[in-house]
């Protein structure tokens, strides 16, 4: 029944070590979005995927890169990992790009940074 | 431009109610709320599309002001059920369309 599915739950990696978070949806939707959330804080729009089309908002840091090899899957890598992308990693589809639809959330890939 | 959320937490007992406001400086198109329990990923409870609308389900319901660019979120007679933090995730034109999302209210209800 799970529709956004992401992996691992849980993540550790060392500082400075690359990690990819994945993500894979059965809703064959069009647009992937990934959001990065620290504890007690807001969803943070990272980048998002319209098809193919890769948006990366203004201030997501350039460790930070997104790759989409199919409507399915969508995978979040972080090159080297700093204390401060300790976060929750939360993937989202929807069928459309902008706020006309729901977005349907993953239940998140929670990192921590050694 | 992040929405401004308030209040930031609330504390209520079982069957009390509560007012959620989300308010941006700019025009906006559409509003959606999520609420979120600890640890778990956002969960969808409405959007609410410029034209200016209410929308409710069950205990649950929003409403959208376009002219004051704001939507509050009601919700009746609360259940222990309730608790989590809120978020209202605005569309103003910005961000190529996409959500931004304010710093949530946190809700918490006791028996």
């Known amino acids: 029944d799970a529709m956004v599915i992401q992996n691992p739950r849980y993540q550790v990696t060392q500082f400075g070590k690359p990690v990819t978070l994945s993500c894979s949806q059965t809703?064959?939707?069009?647009?992937m979005y990934w959001y990065q959330q620290k504890s007690s804080q807001a969803p943070k729009l990272l980048f998002h995927?319209?098809?193919?089309?890769?948006?990366n908002e203004a201030d997501t840091p350039d460790n930070f890169q997104s790759r989409r090899p199919n409507t399915s899957f969508c995978f979040l890598d972080i090159r080297s990992p700093g204390l401060g992308d300790a976060a929750m990693y939360l993937c989202?589809?929807?069928?459309?790009?902008?706020?006309?639809?729901?977005?349907?959330f993953g239940s998140g890939t929670q990192l921590s940074v050694l | 431009q992040q929405p401004v959320q308030s209040p930031q937490a609330v504390i209520l007992r079982e069957g009390e109610d509560a007012v959620i406001n989300c308010s941006s400086s700019?025009?906006?198109?559409?509003v959606h709320w999520y609420r979120q329990k600890h640890g778990e990923a956002p969960v969808f409870l409405m959007i609410?599309?410029?034209?200016?609308e209410q929308k409710g389900h069950d205990k649950i319901s929003a409403s959208f002001n376009e002219k004051k660019q704001q939507s509050s979120l009601y919700l009746t007679a609360s259940q222990l059920s309730y608790s989590g933090t809120y978020f209202c995730?605005?569309?103003?034109?910005?961000?190529?369309?996409?959500?931004?999302f304010g710093k949530g209210t946190k809700l918490s209800v006791k028996p």
């Open positions: 989202a589809t929807s069928g459309r790009r902008g706020g006309r639809e729901k977005l349907f």
């Open positions: 809703l064959n939707h069009n647009v």
């Open positions: 995927y319209y098809d193919k089309d890769f948006n």
């Open positions: 700019k025009a906006l198109y559409s």
């Open positions: 609410l599309l410029k034209g200016g």
């Open positions: 995730g605005t569309e103003d034109g910005g961000s190529q369309g996409n959500l931004i």
